[in-house]
């Protein structure tokens, strides 16, 4: 069975850092491609970063929606089977609920964690 659990959200302030992990069980992240989702209260969610699969240089390498491109950065740490989220120089408008996702097939993501909350006061 597979599981996401997304952790590390919380409240801070406009140009803080913050960092969110998902801990993956029932797969290896070495072999799949993960990413990270938000949605904002009254918005559609929306995609941040992605990660690819790091045993194909094909599809390895990482990608970011342009809203967080510079100051979002997305990693891997193979050993805990665990993505992470780094997150700097946030803004108001990273407000929302982040989700980790896993496996890309058909054109959709097949799992997807709890998700966890991220508020960013002024």
């Known amino acids: 069975q597979v599981q996401l659990v997304e952790s590390g959200g919380g409240l801070v302030q406009a140009g803080d850092s913050l960092k969110l992990s998902c801990a993956a069980s029932?797969?290896?992240?070495?072999?799949?491609?993960l990413a990270w989702f938000r949605q904002a209260p009254g918005k559609e969610r929306e995609f941040v970063a992605r990660?690819?699969?790091?045993?194909?240089?094909?599809?390895?390498?990482?990608h970011y929606a342009d809203s967080v491109k510079g100051r979002f950065t997305v990693s891997r740490d193979s050993a805990k089977n665990t993505v992470y989220l780094q997150m700097n120089s946030l803004k108001l408008e990273d407000t929302a609920v982040y989700f980790c996702?896993?496996?890309?097939?058909?054109?959709?993501?097949?799992?997807w964690g709890q998700g966890t909350q991220v508020t960013v006061s002024s």
């Open positions: 996702a896993g496996v890309y097939i058909d054109g959709a993501y097949k799992y």
């Open positions: 029932g797969l290896t992240i070495n072999v799949f491609n």
């Open positions: 990660i690819g699969r790091s045993d194909s240089a094909y599809f390895a390498g990482s």
